[in-house]
């Protein structure tokens, strides 16, 4: 699928949840930065499957959704059981099936995969801080202040989604010397938060694409 149909199938999950009135009255004004879409030292767009393995570790790659859904993913776990803490980094097709194009942090609960085929990693831990300083078990108004007004919320979820223009020249690629486009481009940013019975964070997954 070209890259422009792509965001414009993007842009059609946010009409539609326009259209049910679902969202806030409150613009959401996110922005995310190199900084917020690195975890563990892996970045969003710029990161490669390579880059994570030999960083973290060589992992199990496997298929996660179906259709044009579908990612590839490596997950990492804490040591302790007790720590509970799953980090996942996501390769779809928007990033060529190696780029990084997603990244997820949660408790083992909240993923439809058992944390075993996920490689020990002594970095990942309950204290891990992510997405501004945030961590599992963080409260959703703790969320809402980090990042600013969400999209679509509910009892146990938060939902961002802006699209916004970006200058010429900026970006990963730009920083890593590549060539830039001259003219303006589109930047979509993406946020879901997924909070337990007691109100305390589970799940957190975020994006970034420019077109």
């Known amino acids: 699928m070209p890259r422009r149909s792509r965001l414009a199938s993007l842009v059609f999950v946010v009409l539609v949840f326009c259209a049910s009135g679902a969202f806030g009255r409150d613009k959401p004004t996110l922005k995310l930065d190199r900084h917020d879409l690195t975890v563990l030292g892996v970045t969003i767009g ?3 499957q390579t880059d994570v393995e030999s960083s973290l570790g ?6 996660v959704g179906s259709g044009d859904a579908r990612e590839n993913a490596i997950c990492y776990r804490s040591p302790s059981t007790e720590e509970d803490t799953i980090v996942v980094f996501y ?5 060529g099936w190696t780029d990084v194009t997603r990244t997820s942090i949660s408790k083992s609960r909240a ?6 085929r996920c490689k020990s990693n002594p970095s990942v831990s309950r204290t891990l801080e992510f997405l501004r300083e945030l ?15 969400p999209s679509l919320s509910s009892k146990n979820r938060l939902y961002y989604y802006t699209s916004h223009h970006c200058e010429p020249g900026s970006g990963e690629k730009a920083e890593r010397g590549e060539p830039s486009r001259d003219s303006p481009c589109e930047a979509v940013d993406s946020v879901e938060a997924k909070f337990d019975s007691q109100g305390g964070l589970i799940y957190m997954s975020f994006y970034h694409f420019v077109d």
Not at 91 to 95: C, D, K, P, S
Not at 111 to 116: C, G, I, M, Y
Request: charged share 15%.
């Open 91 to 95: 390769f779809g097709a928007l990033g």
């Open 46 to 48: 710029s990161s490669t």
């Open 111 to 116: 993923l439809p995969w058992p944390s075993t």
């Open 135 to 149: 961590k599992l078990g963080s409260a959703a108004p703790d969320v809402i202040r980090a990042l600013g007004p």
């Open 58 to 63: 060589k992992a199990e790659v496997f298929g």
